[in-house]
């Protein structure tokens, strides 16, 4: 088992739905989730943070964590086609120095 | 705005060759990643380092070695390259604790022929 699995993807939603992108972690001394996106022939950048449990949200952006089910996801809102990029969920413990990343998912948004 | 520069964008090397790949902060980040990107196989972790002169091995560690003579200076070593080494390699670094995201380099794609 992989340490942060996320959907294989790709996925692809048309402009204007919700984009909903799923990880899992199998650490429970996890304390701190990323997500990433990448767009293609670039390198990754912090879209989102979150450390506690629930929702947090950053315009069209949601993110929600939740540790009982070691589950963390990322909506995306009123999708757009610039939001077409690999999103990466990291993963970090507070004892560990790095995190650790999923595979990343693929998204596309069809205009 | 934090800066990560890497040495070279593209990179070409035969077999054999030792390869220096260099990556550049200008934050004064405690922590330095070396991370390589394929396709299928995600973002794996070569080396990191908590400070100067420190190092860690990552997932990945083997073909690899690093060095960290400077805060702002972090840099990768294929002492031998092989063919199983073309890769994109991407530089990032972090400032604990209080700054736990990663900033990444743009990245430089080695191609070992």
């Known amino acids: 088992q992989k340490e942060v699995e996320q959907n294989s993807g790709p996925l692809s939603v048309p402009e204007g739905a919700i984009a909903s992108l799923n990880c899992t972690y199998s650490?429970?001394?996890?304390?701190?989730f990323f997500w990433y996106r990448q767009y293609s022939g670039k390198s990754p950048e912090l879209i989102m943070s979150i450390y506690s449990n629930g929702d947090k949200e950053d315009g069209r952006f949601t993110a929600q964590l939740n540790k009982a089910s070691q589950y963390v996801s990322l909506l995306i809102r009123d999708s757009q086609p610039s939001d077409s990029a690999t999103y990466l969920c990291?993963?970090?413990?507070?004892?560990?120095?790095?995190?650790?990343f999923g595979d990343g998912t693929t998204l596309t948004v069809k205009p | 705005d934090v800066k990560v520069t890497q040495s070279s964008r593209y990179l070409v090397k035969r077999t054999g060759e030792k390869v220096f790949l260099e990556c550049v902060q200008d934050?004064?980040?405690?922590?330095m990643f070396w991370y390589r990107q394929d396709p299928g196989l995600g973002l794996r972790l070569i080396y990191f380092?908590?400070?100067?002169?420190?190092?860690e091995k990552g997932d990945i560690p083997e073909g690899y070695s690093v060095s960290r003579e400077k805060k702002e200076r972090f840099s990768l070593i294929l002492e031998s390259a092989s063919t199983n080494q073309t890769s994109m390699y991407l530089c990032?670094?972090?400032?604990?604790?209080?700054?736990?995201?990663?900033?990444f380099g743009p990245g430089t794609r080695l191609l070992v022929l």
């Open positions: 990032a670094s972090s400032f604990p604790p209080s700054e736990e995201t990663q900033y």
């Open positions: 380092s908590y400070d100067v002169k420190m190092k």
């Open positions: 990291a993963v970090k413990s507070t004892n560990a120095g790095k995190s650790t």
């Open positions: 934050m004064d980040h405690e922590n």
């Open positions: 650490d429970r001394g996890s304390q701190s």
